[in-house]
């Protein structure tokens, strides 16, 4: 059964500090993996999608890579503001629509300290 | 509709009544998930349905759960007999063919 581990299940930093959040996945055959972002409130919201030939993609501060060989992502966020305090969550898509459908992982619940 | 519905935002209830949610997903999407949310368990997948097929029930954590989606649309979460550990944000989210997901609002559910 397809399965994405995300962790840290949370993670608490001062604000200005780096971090970099991991994802790892087992759906075969991939089509493309996303990242959510998760405001306090608000329903997920897709921050950068992730296809099979990229290994790196920026939004601003956020920073994703893809290593299609390990199966594992990672979310860098650079000088981390009091904005980033969410939850990030993991989707991975399989090709062709297959029966288990798109796999979340459990997100990484992200905390940030003036 | 532009966006996935869901309703009610917020319920508060009574340890031991029913509860039912809603979900509106986006017109034409064949795929709908329900996961539920807490802090300590991170995102928890409940049922998955997928146009006409079987829906997968996997992750339903009791007899207490059940969910139905009526003509490929709107789908309803049912929670019998609430519990205080039932209390948590329950989130629905939709798909076409598993590309995007588009979550929505979610429901945070409070059972007292």
């Known amino acids: 059964k397809n399965q994405v581990e995300q962790s840290p299940q949370s993670l608490i930093i001062l604000e200005g500090k780096n971090c970099t959040l991991q994802?790892?996945?087992?759906?075969?055959?991939?089509?493309?993996l996303r990242w959510y972002k998760q405001d306090t409130g608000r329903g997920p919201v897709s921050l950068t999608i992730?296809?099979?030939?990229?290994n790196t993609k920026s939004n601003g501060r956020y920073t994703a890579t893809l290593d299609a060989d390990t199966k594992q992502s990672s979310l860098h966020i650079t000088a981390s503001q009091l904005s980033d305090s969410a939850s990030y969550i993991c989707v991975v898509s399989d090709l062709g629509g297959g029966a288990d459908g798109l796999t979340f992982g459990k997100g990484t619940h992200l905390i940030i300290q003036p | 509709g532009a966006g996935v519905s869901q309703s009610p935002s917020n319920k508060v209830t009574e340890k031991g009544k029913d509860v039912e949610l809603r979900c509106d997903p986006i017109s034409g999407h064949t795929a709908l998930y329900w996961y539920r949310q807490s802090l300590g368990q991170g995102l928890e997948f409940l049922i998955y349905?997928?146009?006409?097929?079987?829906?997968?029930k996997s992750g339903l954590p009791s007899d207490r759960f059940s969910a139905e989606r009526t003509g490929g649309s709107v789908s309803t979460l049912t929670i019998q007999r609430t519990q205080q550990e039932d209390s948590a944000v329950y989130l629905c989210?939709?798909?076409?063919?598993?590309?995007?997901?588009?979550f929505g609002q979610g429901t945070r559910l409070t059972v007292v």
């Open positions: 992730m296809t099979f030939s990229e």
């Open positions: 989210a939709s798909s076409y063919s598993n590309t995007e997901a588009f």
């Open positions: 994802c790892n996945y087992t759906v075969s055959p991939f089509s493309n």
């Open positions: 349905f997928q146009g006409n097929s079987a829906p997968d």
